[in-house]
């Protein structure tokens, strides 16, 4: 196992959505959605995504955790997000580095799943309230282990909320 310092810069934007991302029919039919990997019903995505706002920027010290089969990158959260009290690890395995995972543990309580053209739905606990997510990843990019950069561009609505187009893009830099 290998551990490092290091610098992480994060790039974010939201941009509202005129759709949903669940399908009231079929979870009704589905006892265990947070387990649910489905295709998203079919309607015109390139239609919905609009123009992104400029993105909002966040630099935080982490540390990039390697093992054999899995790389994690761990920060904590701070009261700029709304998370305070709160640790972020974004992940995957070595051998499928197009399924990320991020698990937040603390204050805010979650584990969202992004894979290219593919729904998951996942539970976002808070001290105010627990909320069912539903997350869709229009693209992956993880170049986290060769360039430093991993790129998600995902579509999230917490349900019976607007659906949000979400970017996220995260560098890495060993911290000097």
Known sequence: MTKRNVMIRMLTSRLELGASLFDDAEDEECEACEECEEELPNFDLAAMLGEMPEPDEMLTEGRLVTTETRVELIWEESELTGMAGSITAVGFHRNNPALISMMRTGTVRTAMTFEEGKRHYCLYNTPYSDF????????????????????????VEIHGAQAEHCRMNITVKNRE
Do not use: P, T
């Open 132 to 155: 069912e997510v539903c997350v869709r990843a229009v693209r992956v990019e993880n170049r986290l282990l060769s360039d430093g950069v991993l790129n998600l561009d995902y579509l």
